[in-house]
């Protein structure tokens, strides 16, 4: 006899119904939600059962652990060790936000979502619906970004659908999220000294103006804090990419079908039809918002690459650079 394959054949409905995404979730279900920085793929973050669904829905290696999402400071206090002075006032500053702290757990959050590590990574979301579907619950949320394991994170309710359609129940539709880059995560190494492991919605510049120091930067290790360096890229388009030296690059794909990336400003030697601006009106919180939303559409035209502008190195400038680092092709 035949050996019958199953395969996963969810039917995925977008909705804005914070009770039947609750719903699910107590029911051990996925769940797509909104977040200000990216969509994530939520779980109780206390049923390994739940969560190994967001592995395995993702295609993420599980050595790659996830953040739990909580409605307050209060909460988050429930799962970690008594927090350092530093990150209440990082917390009490930013939360709701985009900032996630790498706090001491107090193993009450299953090791399956710390893949092992003696740290929790927490953090208070800021959009009105998720922070709703949190206070519901009596559960944290288990959430990486939602997209399939490499690919670049979703900023719509529709860019999940794209990559999750058929294996997951409900996605909470809460708009285009508004800053539109993941997290910046941080902790404290072993000498106390805060350290940043991933650029992202909040700017080293303000922390460096909430703690009074520069927290160093140390962001190899993240995306892969077992094995640095061994997943080759991510948040990368199918379309080859390339950072920087634009007019250098233009020349070396002469007669090839090209779209560049620019900041604000149409590169004179190409024709404008080829190029998408990130910012028209100007600002970095524009571009970082369009930052994904742009590279999916870039994606989709089947070019032979796409060539991008680097941006100055400050304030969220340094989060979109990061971002296309590791969208670029990687010479390894
Ligand atoms: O903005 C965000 O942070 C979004 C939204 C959904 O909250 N989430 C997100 O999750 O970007 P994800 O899984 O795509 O990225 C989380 C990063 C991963 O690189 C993971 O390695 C790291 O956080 N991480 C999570 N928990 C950790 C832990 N206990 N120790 C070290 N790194 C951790
Ligand atoms: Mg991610």
């Known amino acids: 006899m035949k050996h019958k394959v199953i395969v996963p ?16 979730l107590r029911k051990g279900e996925l769940v797509a939600v909104p977040t200000e920085t990216v969509y994530g793929l939520a779980a109780n973050a206390l049923s390994e059962d739940a969560v190994l669904k967001i592995y395995a829905a993702k295609n993420r290696p599980r050595f790659n652990p996830l953040i739990i999402h909580v409605s307050s400071w209060k909460q988050a206090l429930q ?12 917390a009490q500053a930013f939360w709701p936000g985009p900032l996630t702290l790498l706090l001491p757990s107090n193993n009450k959050i299953p090791p399956l979502v710390t893949a092992g590590s003696p740290r929790v990574a927490v953090r208070v979301p800021n959009h009105p619906l998720t922070i709703q579907l949190l206070e519901l619950l009596d559960f944290p949320l288990a959430a990486p970004s939602a997209n399939p394991s490499g690919y670049i994170s979703p900023t719509t309710a529709q860019h999940v659908y794209a990559g999750l ?25 072993e000498a106390g000294m805060a350290e940043v492991y991933r650029l992202g919605g909040v700017p080293m ?41 634009v007019a250098e690059r233009i020349k070396e794909w002469a007669g090839k079908n090209i779209r560049l990336i620019r900041f604000r400003q149409y590169h004179p030697q190409v024709p404008e039809a080829q190029q998408i ?10 571009a970082a918002k369009n930052l994904f939303s742009v590279l999916r559409q870039v994606d989709q035209m089947k070019a032979d690459v796409i060539i991008a502008e680097e941006f100055p190195q400050e304030g969220l400038g340094s989060a979109i650079n990061d971002r296309l680092q590791r969208a670029q092709v990687q010479f390894k």
């Open 277 to 286: 601006l990130l910012a028209p009106g100007g600002t970095m919180e524009e």
């Open 165 to 189: 359609n058929g294996t997951i129940p409900y996605i909470l539709d809460g708009g285009t999220c508004m800053v539109g880059l993941e997290s910046t995560i941080i902790g404290w190494n």
């Open 205 to 245: 510049e303000a922390l460096t103006k909430v703690l009074g120091t520069t927290p160093l930067l140390s962001t190899q290790l993240i995306e892969n804090p077992k094995a640095p360096g061994q997943l080759k890229s991510h948040y990368a388009p199918h379309t080859p990419l390339y950072l920087g030296n």
């Open 9 to 24: 054949d969810l039917e995925t409905t977008i909705g804005t119904d914070v009770e039947v995404a609750a719903a699910y």
């Open 79 to 90: 799962f970690v060790l008594p927090a350092n002075a530093d990150a209440e006032k990082l």
